[in-house]
């Protein structure tokens, strides 16, 4: 896959030139922002709705779900920023980059930089098992869901088991959010911008300030 999310910070690239001039760049188009906010609120009613309203914690996971087979389609045909092969780099180039914000000397991205995009793949594969597993452990449990035809059947000691996967994989992509908080905070520091900011109103400081 080839990434074209060129810095803007370091080693200049051809498409981060184009930006020099600009004070404020359109980074973020609507649909990603509201995705991002989206996704939020919906692992967040997961997650408090944990073993007290398993209607609306399934359909929270339901909604997850839907929100993210939605930004696959979009990062296929949304704008620049947006499209996977646009920020998607290789482990090579991540952990590349991991040293240099250790070092203090990490190149400025527009849109997401090479951590920041390995999170939203972690992030997004997280979220996808957790509903994924949540939908079995429905299916074996109350024989409700869209997989409730293939687990019929099964016995209550698998029932048990799909229930510790599913918890197991909720906590630890639960874990992956300070994390990805911190990140943001971290590249905020180094780069002086507010990037919580600029994935509200969409924009983000251009090359020349």
């Not at 939020?40 to 993210?68: C, K, Q």
């Not at 939908?135 to 869901?145: D, N, R, Y």
Request: a positive charge; aromatic letters at 10%.
């Amino acid at each position: 896959m080839s990434n074209t999310n060129e810095p803007v910070a370091g080693h200049q690239g051809p498409r981060a030139t184009a930006t020099r001039s600009a004070d404020r760049v359109r980074v973020w188009d609507p649909f990603v922002r509201f995705f991002h906010l989206a996704l939020g609120a919906a692992v967040l009613i997961a997650f408090l709705t944990e073993d007290e309203l398993l209607g609306l914690h399934t359909w929270a996971g339901y909604a997850a779900l839907a929100l993210i087979g939605a930004r696959l389609l979009w990062g296929l045909i949304g704008p620049r920023h947006a499209r996977w092969w646009d920020f998607v780099c290789g482990p090579r180039v991540t952990l590349a980059y991991l040293g240099d914000v250790l070092r203090g000397r990490a190149d400025r991205y527009l849109g997401h930089n090479p951590a920041g995009a390995a999170m939203v793949i972690a992030l997004l594969t997280g979220v996808t098992a957790t509903a994924v597993t949540g939908m079995a452990v429905l299916g074996a449990g109350e024989f409700a869901g869209p997989l409730a035809p293939y687990l019929r059947g099964v016995s209550a000691a698998t029932a048990h088991d799909l229930k510790e996967v599913h918890e197991f994989i909720a906590y630890a992509t639960l874990f992956l959010i300070p994390l990805h908080v911190l990140g943001v905070v971290l590249a905020s520091l180094q780069h002086r911008e507010n990037l919580i900011r600029g994935m509200i109103d969409g924009y983000k400081r251009g090359a020349s300030q």
